[in-house]
């Protein structure tokens, strides 16, 4: 079984080329592959990784993921947004990225985002009533 999370990230690019850029440069080094395998299986179920080159974007969106920080595929996930957060360190490189997970217990909620990025993932508190 496990604690459970729902997990989703987004990295936004500003052309073309500082997409392609990163993603070839993930797809190049170890520490990123376990992340990017996630490009098949969201193909399949629509969870998982989108590489998106026509709305620039990577997105990642699971729910009831181990989201542990030792399993290789959240770390490679990490990464991944560590790049990102690379990428936005340097002047010349528009990106923008934001994550947010929600686990188990009604309290447990992380996010995060760059500067311009908190509109990308976000978590929404509501009230919702059933159909009945």
């Known amino acids: 079984m496990g ?14 080329d500082t997409m392609r850029l990163f993603v070839t440069e993930a797809k190049s080094k170890e520490e990123y592959k ?6 098949e ?3 399949a179920t629509q969870e998982g ?3 998106n080159e026509e709305k620039l974007h990577i997105k990642f969106d699971v729910s009831a993921w181990k989201w542990y920080e030792t ?3 959240v770390m490679a996930h990490e990464a991944l947004l560590n790049l990102a957060k690379e990428y936005r360190d340097e002047a010349e490189k528009e990106v923008e990225y934001a994550f947010a997970r929600i686990g188990e217990e009604e309290g447990d ?5 760059s500067d311009n990025g908190y509109d990308l993932v976000y978590v929404s508190r509501q009230i919702l009533f059933d159909d009945n």
């Open 3 to 16: 604690y459970r999370s729902s997990v989703a990230y987004k990295i936004k690019f500003f052309d073309i």
């Open 34 to 39: 376990e992340a990017l395998k996630d490009v």
């Open 109 to 113: 909620i992380e996010s995060y985002a």
């Open 49 to 51: 990784l989108e590489i």
């Open 41 to 43: 299986w969201y193909k």
């Open 71 to 73: 399993y290789p595929d």
